[in-house]
């Protein structure tokens, strides 16, 4: 099943709650959750606070992306701030301090997930495909919304549902930036199951037809 997970870095956080409730109603599966921390990206959003308050006002599935310089740091308090899935950067750390902010994360019962910038071989993953909830494929640099899709790396797609497959694992393949009616089809064929989606679904008046035009049903 294919699943939409909107970015909430293109709504309007002045009524988050609302959009939040807006994109539920319009069938969206996740809420994806980008935080950015003005150093591992150039840029700054949104952090443990915001997370906090989203989990009063929506039941919904947080899915918390970091793209923060050595997660290990924070994990706990965005897992103890409700994320339902918390998901760090292989280049964020030493491969040592990868597993240990994964461990935390496993050990307060929430979901892991480790990603790639496009710049990163697929092979990056390997020491930690067998234990993870989901693995993100970014299809642009990271730190912005509204850029657009690098087809470059639908081969990166392919290859981790080849890997998912042969290995029987369970793990979700989520395809990350510059997602939308158009190019999901491409991400959805080369093997993705988890679209994110921020311009895409927010800057469109009607999210339930933006949301159905990307699930393609
Ligand atoms: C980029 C973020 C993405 C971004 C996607 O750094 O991780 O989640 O919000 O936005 P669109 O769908 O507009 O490319
Ligand atoms: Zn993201």
């Known amino acids: 099943m294919i699943k939409i997970a909107p970015s909430i870095l293109s709504a309007d956080f002045a009524r988050l709650g609302q959009e939040v409730e807006d994109i539920r109603a319009a069938g969206a599966d996740y809420v994806h959750f980008d935080v950015m921390d003005g150093a591992f990206v150039p840029n700054i959003s949104m952090g443990i606070p915001v997370l906090a308050s989203l989990r009063k006002a929506t039941d919904m599935f947080l899915d918390a992306h970091l793209m923060v310089d050595r997660p290990v740091r924070y994990v706990e308090q ?28 496993r050990a307060l019962g929430v979901k892991t997930g480790v990603t790639l910038k496009p710049g990163t071989p697929t092979e990056a993953l390997l020491p930690w495909l067998d234990q993870v909830d989901l693995v993100l494929v970014m299809t642009v640099e990271p730190g912005f919304g509204g850029q657009r899709f690098m087809a470059d790396m639908l081969p990166k797609i392919r290859s981790l549902r080849g890997w998912i497959e042969e290995r029987g694992l369970k793990c979700e393949l989520e395809v990350d930036g510059g997602v939308d009616a158009e190019t999901a089809p491409l991400c959805i064929e080369a093997g993705a199951n988890v679209l994110v989606a921020g311009s895409a679904v927010f800057r469109k008046a009607d999210r339930a037809a933006a949301i159905r035009a990307i699930r393609g049903f």
């Open 78 to 105: 965005f897992c103890n701030a409700g994320a339902d899935l918390v998901n760090v950067h292989v280049e964020a750390d030493t491969p040592e301090n990868i597993s240990a902010a994964l461990e935390k994360v």
